[in-house]
């Protein structure tokens, strides 16, 4: 028997994790202390003490791993590492990716061949997801996740006075929150609790900054990271194509004195949007929710970090603006959770279910996917079970914000002290009334040198 499960992903886009935090949940489920983390976030040392992990890993770009993996992925590499170091490891590997593209799931299939080198067990053979199965990577990762049930039953037996918790029984939220009236002088704080990967770390401005009159001191360094985010000014926020062009073409430069990255050919700036002001306003209102109530979270889980980039009280308006990612397309994960609130309207109930099933995935597709409807529009659309959310459970229902990616456009020796990115505004248009917007390019086309406004960016070297 082992102690705990664990779950490590690499994820670019949402995807990975998304999927580990549905193996936490079926663990919940089965009474399965269950531990998920990116790779990069874990402390690599202590591989060779676990009995049995999960890893879940995208691909990104040309066969790239994703960011948060990286580190981990070039420390597996080392030569040093004994052949049979992982020999008490029992693993499973699933892998995320695109079929259309060369190195199909690269990323997943070397993983899996390293760890087999380094003397792992295999649980079940390599699984790969593809993005262009017609049902999408659900039609690998439903069966995946039966079969590795099946599997993880020897090191996790389920105890005979604890029966497993059933797929329509709701579970307990990720965090505890409590609503309060004041700021407590001790908690004014960003919580420092546990490491987190850039992909958790917000952008606030100052001088207006949420709740703060400075930036909180955790995200200041001398050497900027993806541990340790810099807060870089907006110097120019210029369109480089005409007025009459269909495309918006913006030439941004940020000033990255003091930060002490450096960068060459190939590099990527990590940049960590936030939700426009009218979006935020208009969630707000659809979800009935008072901007300005301070509210205080708590781990339900130890094995669950609170989130590194809310200030610990934060207000309601701060999480919406910075946390939540509303304006995503929702994944099926977001139905099967939002379905546990259906319980006054027959009519949502029976079509939130059919979505979670494999012969509603068509359906599903044509209604999120094909017109990139987002998850403050499926909401709209949900009236009653919408009305029944509890506030807590918007941390499982809605994903945070991911960084985005955006390749270097200056040379360190032609422009000192400046990065600069050439960004297309994503705008588009389906079938739905409203125009698609890309959150992360509008929300940086917005920004002005004039108000002051920053955004925090990470790098790497590729």
């Avoid at 670019?12 to 531990?35: M, S």
């Avoid at 992982?86 to 199909?104: E, P």
């Avoid at 703060?212 to 810099?230: A, L």
């Avoid at 707000?284 to 590194?308: F, G, H, K, R, T």
Wanted: net charge negative.
């Amino acid at each position: 028997m082992a102690e705990r499960l664990l779950v490590l992903y690499g994820s670019q886009t949402g995807t990975a994790q998304d999927v580990a935090e549905r193996l936490k949940r079926e663990a919940r489920r089965r009474h399965v202390r269950c531990r998920i983390l990116p790779m990069d976030s874990y402390d690599k040392a202590q591989l060779i003490h676990e009995k049995v992990a999960v890893f879940v890993c995208s691909t990104t770009g040309q066969g790239d791993e994703p960011e948060n993996m990286r580190q981990f992925w070039k420390f597996l590499l080392r030569k040093n590492l004994p052949l049979d170091s992982l020999k008490a490891l029992n693993i499973a590997v699933l892998g995320l990716g695109d079929s259309s593209y060369a190195k199909y799931n690269f990323a997943a299939k070397k993983l899996y061949r390293r760890l087999i080198q380094l003397g792992s067990t295999t649980l079940l053979p390599l699984a790969l997801g593809d993005d262009q199965h017609e049902h999408g990577p659900d039609a690998t990762i439903d069966p995946w996740m039966k079969e590795l049930w099946l599997k993880l039953a020897d090191f996790f037996p389920i105890p005979p006075e604890l029966p497993p918790i059933g797929d329509k029984t709701g579970l307990s939220p990720r965090y505890k929150v409590t609503f309060v009236d004041h700021t407590p002088q001790v908690e004014n704080t960003p919580n420092k609790g546990s490491r987190v990967s850039l992909e958790q770390v917000t952008s606030s401005p100052p001088p207006q900054w949420e709740g703060f009159d400075t930036p909180p001191q955790w995200v200041e360094s001398d050497t900027s990271s993806r541990w340790h985010p810099f807060l870089a000014r907006v110097v120019t926020n210029r369109r480089v194509t005409s007025e009459m062009h269909f495309q918006d073409v913006r030439l941004i430069e940020f000033d990255v004195q003091g930060s002490g990255m450096r960068h060459t050919a190939g590099d990527v700036l990590m940049v960590q949007p936030q939700n426009l002001p009218s979006d935020v306003d208009e969630f707000l209102s659809v979800m009935l929710l008072n901007a300005e109530q301070l509210i205080l979270l708590e781990q339900s889980d130890p094995d669950v970090p609170l989130p590194l980039a809310l200030p610990q009280p934060c207000t309601v308006r701060q999480l919406v603006t910075h946390h939540l990612d509303f304006m995503s397309v929702p994944r099926r994960s977001f139905f099967e959770i939002l379905g546990m609130f259906a319980t006054s309207d027959e009519m949502e109930r029976d079509k939130l279910n059919e979505f979670t099933t494999p012969e509603g995935q068509e359906d599903l597709y044509a209604y999120c996917n094909r017109p990139r409807r987002t998850i403050l529009e499926v909401l709209c659309d949900f009236p009653s079970t919408r009305a029944s959310i509890p506030f807590p459970f918007l941390f499982d229902l809605i994903p945070s914000i991911q960084p985005r990616a955006f390749s270097i456009a200056s040379s360190m020796e032609a422009h000192p002290g400046r990065i600069e990115i050439l960004m297309a505004v994503v705008k588009y248009q389906t079938k739905l009334r409203k125009p698609r917007k890309g959150v992360c390019s509008s929300w940086l086309a917005s920004l002005t040198p004039e108000q002051g406004k920053w955004c925090h960016y990470g790098s790497e070297a590729q």
